[in-house]
């Protein structure tokens, strides 16, 4: 019940982080303090999820209503955090082999698959990377639309995800740099980024030092 509870909030974090809609189309600066709120909702989910916390805190998120459409209740984004955190394993040893990476926009890319053995085991790859997939699509449109009306958008969410899964990768991971300039020029005086220096590309695929 409270991690039912966590997750109501979770799905109405744009009460926190929302935003006010450009007219002319572009992506309006956050606040810091906006951007930085997201961002610890988003770790507080990624934690449960990877199974470095046992329950996502009901602290970090404030009680607000369920989206009314299809699935998106706090009740299925649970049972789909709990699907990822159950095969979290699987998807973690396919991303050491390297023949999944992350994405800039949140989700899992098939990659090298010339070293894929066989048929049967790339549609084994394959079914683990589209099970995942799903899943992180049905909590990113629970997310955006509980809050679309506050200007939450879910490519904003998925961008979100993105920038943090590309933090927690390892050394030797396949990601997809971020095409947007600010989030690149970020990545570039991260620790994972200031190696690589001026020899990478917004968008470009890369495996990490």
């Not at 991690?3 to 006010?20: K, P, Q």
């Not at 084994?124 to 990377?129: E, G, L, P, T, W």
């Not at 679309?148 to 590309?166: D, Y």
């Amino acid at each position: 019940m409270m991690r039912s509870v966590a997750i109501a909030g979770l799905i109405a974090l744009g009460a926190c982080a929302g935003c006010a809609t450009n007219p002319l189309g572009a992506t309006p600066k956050r606040a810091p303090g906006e951007a930085a709120e997201l961002r610890k909702k988003v770790d507080a989910f990624l934690d449960y999820t990877v199974g470095t916390a046992d329950s996502i805190p009901v602290e970090l998120f404030s009680v607000a209503p369920l989206a009314e459409t299809g699935k998106d209740t706090a009740s299925e984004i649970q049972k789909t955090a709990d699907e990822m955190r159950q095969h979290y394993a699987e998807i973690v040893e396919l991303k050491a082999r390297r023949v999944l990476g992350e994405d800039n926009r949140g989700y899992l890319a098939l990659r090298n698959e010339d070293t894929i053995a066989n048929s049967a085991e790339k549609n084994a790859v394959q079914q683990a990377m589209a099970a995942e997939n799903d899943c992180r699509k049905m909590v990113y449109r629970g997310i955006a639309r509980a809050s679309e009306e506050k200007g939450l958008t879910l490519t904003r969410v998925e961008r979100a995800f993105a920038a943090r899964w590309l933090v927690r990768s390892v050394s030797g991971a396949l990601v997809q740099l971020p095409s947007n300039d600010d989030e690149y020029a970020a990545f570039l005086q991260s620790p994972q980024g200031k190696p690589m220096g001026q020899a990478v590309h917004p968008g470009d695929w890369v495996e990490l030092p």
